[in-house]
């Protein structure tokens, strides 16, 4: 089945989906982006996606090609289009085609380029990695200070990723000024106890959709949340360790630096919270 996509209004079999060497998100990774889980058929936590899309584009002053409620329906007819009952919805919003290569932004003319793709992933709710976690290496955090807004501009994660991919591990943790921002490509977490501690909110991390909604749920679970920096050391030493985003839901890290977090086997806590976090989000689906 040829994979159907969105561009500038269109739905287009993907080979013919096709985007100018001018645009300002293939010369300067001048866009935005979004990513959407899809469960049986219906997006997880869309409205958080559409209110991070809309600061991320005001931010950067990218004018936003259509409202919400017409993003949602080319979401939902391209769930219907690829048929996808697990997966993922990626979007992508940047400044356009000025017709050739400037530092300068085009004038409020240029429409932004808006493209989206379905990634099916049949067992993405019951991920195999779930049931092992991920092992962790830490880098230095050596990205830009607004990585607040969700751009485009993800060599350095992807350096990350191969890092990690070298060093036999699945992802990632940067570190800045001793303590841990977030994971490659998503937020991170240790456990102590009945606590659940994560890097708070600043334009050091990115604030994750999944972030939000799984602090919410440890909460009323009757965990305490700790929004505070930690270090590598306290986070080898904690209980549990995991990381979350809206590919992954709640992803258990079982090992950091080659070291073992707790049993080094997924923990309860990450497994429950995993649990609530799918349970919980599947009743709240559009
Ligand atoms: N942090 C970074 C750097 C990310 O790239 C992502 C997701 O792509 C996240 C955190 C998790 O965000 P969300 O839960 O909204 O997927």
């Not at 559409?50 to 931010?59: F, G, H, Q, V, Y």
């Not at 989206?116 to 962790?136: M, S, Y």
């Not at 807004?149 to 992807?158: A, C, E, F, N």
């Not at 602090?215 to 009757?222: D, M, S």
Request: charged share 25%; hydrophobic share 45%; net charge negative.
């Amino acid at each position: 089945m040829t994979r159907i996509v969105y561009l500038n209004g269109d739905y287009l079999p993907e080979a013919e989906a096709k985007i100018s060497i001018f645009d300002r998100g293939f010369l300067m990774a001048d866009g935005v982006y979004e990513v959407t889980s899809v469960l049986d058929g219906k997006l997880i936590d869309f409205e958080g996606h559409a209110i991070r899309l809309a600061r991320s584009l005001r931010e950067l002053e990218i004018a936003s090609p259509m409202p919400d409620d017409r993003i949602l329906e080319m979401h939902r007819e391209l769930v219907r289009l690829n048929d996808i009952d697990q997966g993922m919805i990626y979007l992508q919003i940047t400044r356009g085609n000025p017709g050739d290569r400037s530092f300068m932004f085009p004038d409020a003319a240029v429409p932004s380029t808006i493209v989206a793709f379905t990634q099916n992933v049949p067992n993405l709710a019951d991920a195999p990695a779930a049931r092992t976690g991920f092992k962790v290496i830490s880098i230095p955090d050596l990205r830009w200070d607004r990585v607040d807004i969700k751009t485009i501009q993800l060599l350095y994660p992807s350096m990350g990723k191969m890092l990690a991919k070298k060093a036999g591990c699945d992802d990632s943790w940067f570190v800045q000024d001793g303590a841990v921002t977030e994971g490659t490509s998503n937020n991170a977490y240790i456990v102590k106890g009945n606590r659940i501690i994560t890097r708070h909110l600043s334009s050091d991390i990115l604030h994750g959709i999944t972030r939000a909604a799984v602090l919410r749920f440890a909460a009323e679970a009757q965990y305490v949340v700790e929004e505070r920096a930690f270090t590598i050391a306290e986070a080898q030493d904690a209980d549990e360790a995991f990381s979350t985003a809206a590919s992954i839901f709640v992803m258990p890290v079982v090992e950091i630096d080659g070291k073992a977090v707790g049993s080094g086997k997924p923990g309860p806590v990450a497994g429950r919270l995993r649990d609530i976090y799918l349970e919980e989000m599947r009743k709240a689906a559009i």
